[in-house]
């Protein structure tokens, strides 16, 4: 509950601070804000979600938490994402007894098209388990993005990858977003070389996501994914016009 207050009062404080800063800044007073980079580790989808699944208990918190969301955030408010968090959120799967670890996903990736059935291995581990149990693995699972791409790797494989993202995704997803847009830039692109994206960068210019590897739009899973942060980019935009 003390998590989803403050929340709650970081949301209503933004809400405050824009609806009345045009008599702030005309009366000579500064404003104080919460930067894109801070907002954007914090859970509030998932906590969120928390709030929904116990509305007994939250009844009085979860609707007016869902409208500042909605009016502040509407890249975390997208219908399709709601319906994925619901199939790929808490419920896990069968567990599978796998170690997980950096060096496990490390070595599963670095054999994808030599043995795919490796990588499944651990890719169904980490769907078995809690998306914030395998969030600390999110780094190196997007970094390895680009290898799913070959022509070699299953389209099992690559469907398995998606559904490990979209659970990654209830958690930090801003946060997974840039690492993904990032992980993805088109290295033989000279302007994109050496070139780090940002949340503010995407603010400003949400179809930086399409300038990405050209084998992604022969991929149906990874283009979902690519599609699913262009959907959210616009949406983020949008409420800063």
């Given at each position: 509950a003390s998590q989803l207050l403050l929340i709650y009062y970081l949301l209503l404080y933004e809400d405050v601070r824009l609806i009345n800063a045009a008599t702030l800044i005309a009366n000579g007073r500064k404003i104080k804000s919460y930067s894109?980079?801070?907002l954007s580790e914090l859970?509030?989808?998932?906590l969120l979600h928390q709030a929904q699944k116990d509305q007994m208990s939250y009844g009085?918190?979860?609707s007016p938490l869902l409208r500042l969301l909605a009016t502040h955030f509407p890249q975390l408010s997208l219908v399709d994402d709601w319906m994925d968090d619901q199939v790929f959120g808490d419920s896990c799967r069968h567990h599978i007894d796998t170690n997980l670890s950096d060096i496990a996903i490390d070595e599963a990736f670095q054999c994808i098209e030599e043995n795919p059935y490796r990588t499944g291995k651990i890719l169904k581990a980490m769907l078995s388990k809690n998306?914030?149990?395998i969030w600390p693995f999110a780094e190196i699972t997007v970094k390895y993005i680009r290898s799913v791409l070959g022509d070699q790797v299953p389209r099992h494989i690559q469907e398995?990858?998606?559904e490990v993202w979209l659970r990654l995704n209830t958690v930090l997803p801003r946060c997974l977003w840039i690492m993904t847009i990032n992980a993805l830039l088109d290295i033989n692109n000279a302007n994109a070389k050496n070139v780090t994206v940002t949340q503010e960068n995407v603010l400003v210019d949400p179809l930086q996501v399409l300038r990405c590897d050209v084998r992604v739009f022969r991929c149906g899973p990874i283009l979902k994914i690519i599609l699913r942060i262009l959907e959210a980019s616009l949406a983020a935009s949008r409420s800063q016009l």
């Open positions: 894109n980079a801070f859970p509030i989808k998932y009085g918190l979860f998306p914030t149990d398995l990858y998606r």
